[in-house]
Structure formats: structure tokens, C-alpha cells
């Protein structure tokens, strides 16, 4: 596996890309679904979607005990409030009466990496009762805690998944390795949960350092979809004022993910950085043959049209397809 990787990051961008198109064709239909998830507001001139669909709930609110370098809870701050379960309750029952499609459950993070969730469990089930299609950002799981989850019948868990020890302590100041990170895919998998999770391309301040380990772990423990997203430097946080991540470094990632799980689906999630590289990043995913993408540029979706795709829109999270 290493030879091969060492390969792939030697080979030609176009050479691989067209590799990938090849095994994306012969594998996933002729389409791409847009996600514009409601949190944010999203006009082309294409699609506009509707505030009500889909929310995102905090447990933590924006406490966060990591502070990571490339967060600093700022990403906490867009969410719902429900540091009780009686809130989450409460706010459960107004999102289902508003028409909300669906929901992700997230918060900051202890320090062990996990997002406490315990006290949530029978009041995430409550969700699903009511209809909603719920997400719940985990962090690194405990096994406990999966149980809970699987037997609430959440859709989907989301995790980040870091493939370098040295990323793991300087960004997330966590004292972990990636064996934690593996271990956690290893247990959503055993208990039948669909682990969808996330790779940060130049997580490590716009460095391109674990993402190959990463897919590797991924591969090997298995998932349910790949999320690709991309640092987006934000203001006041560790790494504001970071160029930004390469659209051909993106691009290349992609690709060897997809030659790598030639069968599981694929996205180019939500955080991607403005700016001309957001927009070549974008055109390698529709080259790629990704299933879904998050809050695409115009130009991207007119690619896809040109390309022959079959275009979809929704308003939930791109890794809902």
C-alpha cells in the first residue's frame, strides 16, 4: 500500500483523475446531488433553499474543551442550543412541528475526543419517532455510547478521521493517536451503524500530512460514504490568514480516493475555502465522479450539466443521499 500511494502521488493529476471517472462510471449512475443544507442561505439563480429544512443542535452549546486550532468553536457558534436533554426535547418537538426535514446532532468535544452524548440518547430516539432523518456527530465514539445510538435508529454518524499522530496533537490538542481514530470506525462498523466519515484536506495548518493514512484507515475499517471537505481558515481562530488548500491537491485526493473504494460513495463536503481554488476543486470532484457536493458555484453546476450528469438538489447534509 505504501508503494502504491507513493505512485499515486507521483502519477500525473489527469492520469489519475481519468482512472477514477473510469471505475466512477462502471460503478454509480450518471448523476450529482447538490446539498444545500439550511444553516446557511443559498441562492444561484439555479436553487434557492429554505431556512426550515434541515438545523443543526449543539449539546454543548459552544464549549468545547480541544479549542481546536482550525475551530476554536467557531463552527459551534451557527447551532441550537440543547445543553439538557429537556432542551433538545423541547427543541425537537419545535423543528418537527416547523416542517424541518432533518437534523444533526453535534457539540464541542471533551477531552478525549468525544462529544458527550449519553444523556441524549432517549431524546435523539425521540427524533427519529417524530419523522426527522437524524445525523449525530460523534467524535471519537465509545462503544457505549454506539449501542445507544444504533438502538435510537439514527441514519448516519459523522466523524473526522485524522491519519497522523502529530496532526492529532498540535490541531485538536488531543493525547491520542490514530489507532483511537481506527478504533472508533472499527466499532461503529461492529455495531451496525453507517459511519460516514469525514477527511480534512490540509488539516494540518493547509499541510498535506495524514490524509493518504486516513483513506487507508478508512478502507480497511470500511464506511458507509466518504465525506472530503477541505480547511477553510476562519477569522479569530489558530489558523486565520492560511493560503488557501490547492484545488489540484484536492483533486488529487479525491481521485485516489475513489480508486481506493471504487464502491463507496463519495463527497466534496461543505467547508471549502473561497476563492479561485474552491472553484478548480469543485470541477476535479465533477471530473471525479463524486455523488454529492455541498453548496456548489454556479459554474460548478454548469459543469455538471455539460458533463451529462443528471443534476439533484436538497436541502440536508450532502452525505444524505
Known amino acids: 500500500m505504501q508503494q502504491m500511494m507513493e505512485r499515486w502521488a507521483e502519477t500525473p493529476l489527469e ?4 482512472e477514477a471517472r473510469r471505475l466512477t462510471e462502471r460503478n454509480f449512475p450518471a448523476e450529482i446531488l447538490f446539498a444545500a443544507p ?25 464549549a468545547c ?5 482550525h475551530c476554536g ?21 419545535a423543528l418537527s412541528d416547523a416542517g ?5 446532532i453535534s457539540g464541542g468535544c471533551l477531552e478525549d475526543g468525544s462529544v458527550p452524548l449519553e444523556r441524549f440518547l432517549e431524546d435523539i430516539a425521540e427524533l427519529k419517532k417524530k419523522g426527522l432523518k437524524v445525523l449525530v456527530h460523534t467524535g471519537i465514539v465509545r462503544r457505549e455510547v454506539a449501542r445507544g445510538l444504533k438502538k435510537a435508529g439514527v441514519d ?9 499522530n502529530d496532526t492529532i496533537r498540535e490541531v485538536y490538542h488531543l493525547k491520542r493517536t490514530t489507532e483511537a481514530y481506527r478504533e472508533a470506525l472499527r466499532i ?3 455495531e451496525g451503524l453507517a459511519a460516514v466519515p469525514h477527511v480534512v484536506v490540509g488539516l494540518h495548518f493547509g499541510q498535506i500530512r495524514g490524509e493518504w493514512e486516513a483513506l487507508r484507515m478508512i478502507r480497511e475499517e470500511g464506511a458507509a460514504q466518504l465525506v472530503i471537505v477541505v480547511l477553510q481558515p476562519l477569522p479569530g481562530t489558530g489558523m486565520a490568514g492560511l493560503p488557501a488548500v490547492q484545488g489540484d491537491q484536492v483533486g488529487r485526493i479525491l481521485a485516489v480516493a475513489r480508486i481506493m473504494m471504487p464502491e463507496i460513495p463519495i463527497s466534496l463536503g461543505c467547508a471549502k475555502p473561497a476563492g479561485p481554488e474552491k472553484q478548480r476543486m469543485e470541477q476535479w470532484a465533477v471530473e471525479v465522479g463524486v455523488q454529492s457536493m455541498a453548496y456548489p458555484l454556479p459554474e460548478t453546476i454548469r459543469h455538471a450539466e455539460e458533463r451529462g450528469l ?4 436538497h436541502e440536508q447534509c450532502c452525505s444524505v443521499l
Do not use: W
Open 38 to 62: 439550511s444553516q446557511k442561505h443559498y441562492d444561484t439563480g439555479h436553487y434557492q433553499n429554505r431556512r426550515e429544512a434541515f438545523r443543526t443542535v449543539s449539546v454543548t452549546g459552544s
Open 73 to 93: 468553536t467557531k463552527v459551534l457558534e451557527g447551532m441550537l442550543t440543547a445543553r439538557t436533554p429537556e432542551k433538545l426535547a423541547e427543541i425537537g418537538a
Open 310 to 313: 443528471r443534476v439533484r438538489f
Open 156 to 164: 448516519q454518524i459523522l466523524l473526522d478521521i485524522i491519519g497522523d
Open 100 to 104: 424541518v426535514e432533518g437534523v444533526l
Open 188 to 190: 461503529l462498523r461492529e
Open 65 to 69: 474543551a480541544l479549542q481546536c486550532e
Open 15 to 18: 492520469e489519475l483523475v481519468a
